[in-house]
């Protein structure tokens, strides 16, 4: 299996601007997870799905943040408008069961000036 | 929060040495988990206890388990420049069994 592919790696945009995450998940894992990686506050969790439903989202900052799963193998973090703050890097994972363990995308790093 | 605390924040040893790394966490847990993580790359899961183990071993890893005492510890034994990395704890637990939240880490040199 290839893992779990993010895309893109590298973004730098404007403030401003709308900026989209993609990830693709291991085939037949039905939990997918959305983090996010600063140096001030670690590995934040910003929400996960389970079945492509949404289960938790408390951890999204603010409604400038969305994030979405239309199928199985696909999801999407949306950030409009994007600001400074919202640089870091954000990792994708996703994982079997329940309490198992989580597989990582390499992460998007994204830059707003 | 239920969120793992590492320590040290960082730990710098030979090539040969043993490296042990701490989590201690707040609440219940269902497992804790401990992943690497190399510069500029994406989390590695290494090794899964159960709240009902004390003890478990993968290769050179050791990890151990003291709900009483609501901490953990990872020992990497014989040491290798290649180990050097971030390395995390995670806990799944609290009110969200499903939900894994991870501490801020501990940067690991090994210099050869």
């Known amino acids: 299996d290839a893992g779990v592919i993010q895309s893109p790696r590298h973004e730098v945009t404007e403030m401003g601007q709308e900026v989209t995450l993609r990830c693709k998940p291991i085939?037949?894992?039905?939990?997918l997870f959305w983090y996010r990686q600063t140096m001030m506050r670690g590995l934040e969790l910003l929400i996960y799905f389970n079945n492509n439903v949404p289960i938790d989202d408390s951890g999204m900052p603010e409604d400038r943040f969305s994030a979405k799963m239309p199928n199985a193998s696909f999801s999407t973090l949306k950030i409009q408008p994007s600001e400074p703050r919202d640089s870091a890097v954000y990792f994708c994972?996703?994982?079997?069961?329940?309490?198992?363990?989580?597989?990582f995308g390499e992460g998007s790093r994204l830059t707003v000036l | 929060s239920q969120q793992g605390e590492e320590d040290p924040q960082a730990l710098s040893i030979q090539e040969g040495e043993n490296a042990t790394m701490n989590c201690s966490y707040k609440t219940s847990i269902n497992n804790l988990q401990w992943y690497r993580q190399n510069s500029g790359r994406g989390l590695v899961h290494l090794i899964l206890?159960?709240?009902?183990?004390r003890e478990k071993h993968s290769g050179r890893l050791r990890v151990t388990l003291d709900t009483s005492k609501k901490s953990s510890s990872l020992l990497i034994t014989a040491s290798r420049a290649a180990d050097t990395a971030s390395y995390f704890c995670a806990v799944a637990g609290g009110t969200s069994y499903g939900k894994l939240t991870f501490g801020q880490g501990t940067i690991l040199t090994v210099h050869p």
């Open positions: 206890i159960r709240s009902n183990e």
């Open positions: 085939s037949g894992h039905d939990y």
């Open positions: 994972a996703s994982r079997l069961t329940n309490t198992g363990e989580l597989f």
